[in-house]
Structures are given as structure tokens and as C-alpha cells.
């Protein structure tokens, strides 16, 4: 009995540690590892609501206790401006995505991107009564065909005077493809992704769409606290945590 428990004690040893060094190997490279292992942290971000799908995922999150931050669209916060006094009241972080997500719209030039990104910013407002911190996320992110690198460059320009940053992400639940993917498959690529990462913006969306993200966030949830993560919204990050996501090309993307 006792050689069996010994046996089996050096087998979950070895395998937890295959686990870690596993995880480890792939992110190497000019962050040390061994800074961040301490705490693990992951920033789950939900863009293009609110829809109905957001108070879902909100009831989730309380359930959980746990804390994202919402990239919000204005024209939807006109409609479900009760979902986002929710949203605030939970303790959730609420910032721009743009008022019209309309590419062909926002991305013609910087002036247009501005100003649709305003019109979102006040409609955020007045809703929360303060001003959103000073991140917002491109629609489509840095790398989408209709932004190009002239008015890219001007935005760039503009958020550094401002003082703005663009947040990009490190993990992707593959719930804004064309082919609309089933719960099963955003949880693994969330989760598969979430492995490599000591710390994580986690690309998730609750637009209309996106019933079968609300039908997983739960489990991504557990198995995240599972890995060890602790949960913050963006409002939240420290200067460390800042640095790493820039020097990753998470914020501030160079495209
Ligand atoms: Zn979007």
C-alpha cells in the first residue's frame, strides 16, 4: 500500500511538472517567466454589446465573482442602456468600441474614427456619469483590411498626445468568425490558448451573435481560477502587468 502511494506521488510530480514546463517553453523569450509567475492574471474582454447575451454573461460574472471589462458599441448602448447601468453597478469596466462599428464608416479617415469614437465615449458617459479610462479597441483590432497604415498612423499619433491606448489581445475565443463555432470549440481555443499565458486579454464577444459565448464563459471561467488565474478588469492593470502586454504587442500594437 505504501510503495503504491509512493509510486504514485512521484508520478504526479513528474506530471505536474511536464504540465508547467509545458506552459513555460512557449512563452520564453525576452519576459522573464519567473517575474510573472507569481500571479497570473487574466483580463476577459467582451466587445460588440450590450445585447441580451450580455446580461447572461453579467449574471455569470456575479455568480462567479468575478470582474471583465466591455468594449461597448454607442448604437447598441442607446437600446440596452439598462444593461449597462448593470454593468457599472457589478463593478465592470466600460469602454469604447466605437459608436457605429461601421468599418467603411470609421476607418476613411482619422477625423471620421474620432469622431464616431466620441459620439461611443459621451453615450458611455452619460450612462456611467464619468469618463471611460483611456483605452479603447479598434473594431476588427490594428490588422483589419479597411485600416489602413496612413490613418493608423495618425490615430497612433493622436492617442499617444492623448495619452489613449489601443488594447489588442494574446487570446482569441474564435466566436467572430464567419462560420459561427459552438461553445465546445470557443472553451478549447480560449482554454488552449490560456495555457501559454502567465498573463492574458482574453478576446471574447457578446454581440447578438453570440449566444454560444454566453452558453461557455462559465466553464472558461472555472478553468481559468482552475489554472490559478485571478480576474481583473482593464481599469485595473498594474504598471507590470502594462509593461508586459506592450512589450508583447498586446497594447499599443505596431501592427
Ligand atoms: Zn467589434
Not at 509567475?37 to 455568480?63: A, H, Q, R
Not at 494574446?170 to 472553451?187: C, F, H, M, Q, R
Request: charged share 30%; with cysteine; aromatic share 10%.
Amino acid at each position: 500500500m505504501y510503495k503504491k502511494l509512493v509510486i504514485l506521488t512521484i508520478i504526479c510530480v513528474i506530471m505536474t511538472r511536464l504540465v508547467v514546463v509545458r506552459c513555460v517553453e512557449s512563452d520564453v523569450d525576452s519576459v522573464k517567466y519567473l517575474d510573472y509567475i507569481e500571479e497570473k492574471v487574466i483580463y476577459l474582454t467582451f466587445d460588440d454589446g450590450p445585447s441580451p447575451n450580455t446580461n447572461k454573461i453579467l449574471n455569470i460574472l456575479k455568480e462567479e465573482d468575478v470582474k471583465a471589462t466591455f468594449f461597448v458599441i454607442g448604437n447598441q448602448v442607446d437600446i440596452y442602456k439598462d444593461t449597462v447601468k448593470k454593468l457599472e453597478e457589478a463593478g465592470m469596466c466600460i469602454l469604447p468600441h466605437t459608436n457605429t462599428h461601421n468599418y467603411r464608416k470609421i476607418y476613411k479617415t482619422s477625423k471620421d474614427y474620432f469622431e464616431d469614437l466620441n459620439i461611443c465615449r459621451e453615450k458611455i458617459k452619460n450612462v456611467t456619469l464619468k469618463d471611460p479610462v483611456n483605452f479603447v479597441r479598434f473594431p476588427g483590432g490594428v490588422n483589419n483590411e479597411l485600416l489602413n497604415n496612413d490613418v493608423l498612423s495618425e490615430i497612433r499619433e493622436k492617442f499617444l498626445d492623448d495619452k489613449c491606448y489601443f488594447i489588442e489581445w494574446n487570446v482569441y475565443g474564435l466566436d467572430a468568425e464567419i462560420n459561427p463555432k459552438d461553445s465546445n470549440t470557443i472553451y478549447r481555443a480560449t482554454i488552449n490558448q490560456l495555457c501559454n499565458m502567465p498573463k492574458a486579454i482574453v478576446l471574447l464577444h457578446d454581440g447578438y451573435g453570440n449566444v454560444n459565448t454566453a452558453n461557455c464563459v462559465r466553464d472558461i471561467i472555472v478553468q481559468a481560477k482552475n489554472f490559478g488565474y485571478k480576474f481583473k478588469t482593464l481599469e485595473e492593470i498594474t504598471e507590470k502587468d502594462f509593461d508586459y502586454f506592450v512589450k508583447k504587442n498586446v497594447i499599443n500594437k505596431r501592427g
